[in-house]
């Protein structure tokens, strides 16, 4: 059996979660989550993995098992998330690293990219958006209404993304069999969602999220430019980020690698891991199987 290690660091004053498996001297591969989960959204595929890669999944500051400081204490933006998940990973002593990214794990893994170009030795992108192409409008509407003029009159719409209803059409919507997907995970999501004040984190995500789009031309750049290998394996059926978003990759990147998968949704994992992993660990095992961590 694979052992996941469960541990704390602080990082700049805060207590962060995360989870750790697989040998140290092997290629690392960082595993950043999206909204509204955690680092419990890799349970299943760490022990996968962890064989042939050392893989590190922290939890985002507001999310899990990490702090949640009250808003008018810490920033919430995506900046901020960056800066401590660079920040952890100066302090475990990781200088090269393939990422993973969905959801909000892009625009955190995104901007370490183009920090240190040259420690990204890949990319997963699983969900995780970098261009125009993959925003589903009806889905973001509220989102971009509610940056650029937050108050009561935009507000319900993104606060109702808070609700239990919510977090669960999130994990089943487009999902083919969607008994295989555990109960569990919309019902600990909501509960970390909502411990005291983390609303108002989560808000001020929802605000800065509209800083997102503007830093695409900077990432096409650093794409052409690299030319890094990225996998976009993709739950077809996703209605946050559609498979226009797996698919413009390619633009930048002619040799990416695009895996879009028939009846999976936003949370792949939970619904395809079989098919997800072997597409990830062939990825991996072609690209950065022989590079030192």
């Known amino acids: 059996m694979v052992e996941v290690r469960h541990r704390y660091a602080t990082v700049r004053g805060h207590r962060i979660f995360y989870r750790e498996a697989g040998p140290h001297d092997a290629p690392t591969l960082l595993l950043l989550h999206g909204f509204p989960t955690s680092s419990r959204m890799f349970r299943h595929l760490i022990p996968r993995l962890a064989d042939r890669f050392h893989v590190i999944a922290p939890d985002h500051l507001g999310f899990g098992h990490s702090d949640t400081p009250p808003a008018d204490t810490f920033t919430y933006t995506f900046d ?32 370490l990219a183009l920090r240190t170009p040259a420690a990204v030795t890949a990319v ?32 319900p719409a993104v606060r109702e993304a808070l609700s239990l209803d919510a977090i669960r059409w999130q994990y089943l919507h487009g999902v083919d069999r969607p008994e295989l997907v555990d109960p569990d995970t919309w019902t600990f999501d909501h509960r970390d969602i909502n411990r005291p004040g983390n609303d108002q984190a989560q ?17 096409h750049a650093y794409f052409r430019h690299s030319q890094v290998p990225l996998l976009a394996v993709w ?59």
């Open 124 to 155: 997963i992108s699983q969900n995780g958006n970098a261009y125009d192409d993959g925003f589903v409008p009806q889905f973001w509407a509220p989102v971009w209404a509610y940056a650029k003029n937050p108050g009561p009159d935009t507000e």
């Open 203 to 219: 808000l001020a995500l929802f605000r800065d999220y509209a800083t997102n789009p503007p830093l695409y031309p900077r990432l």
């Open 235 to 293: 739950g077809a059926e996703d209605l946050i980020f559609g498979p226009d978003g797996a698919r413009a990759f390619t633009r930048d990147l002619p040799a990416a690698e695009i895996r879009l998968v028939p009846g999976g949704g936003h949370f792949l994992l939970e619904s395809h891991l079989d098919t997800a992993a072997g597409h990830i660990r062939d990825f991996l095992t072609r690209t950065v199987a022989t590079i030192a961590a």
């Open 80 to 111: 901020a998330l960056a800066d401590l998940t660079e920040a952890l990973l100066t302090d475990l002593g990781v200088t090269r690293y393939a990422i993973y990214v969905q959801d909000y794990g892009a625009p955190i893994g995104w901007r």
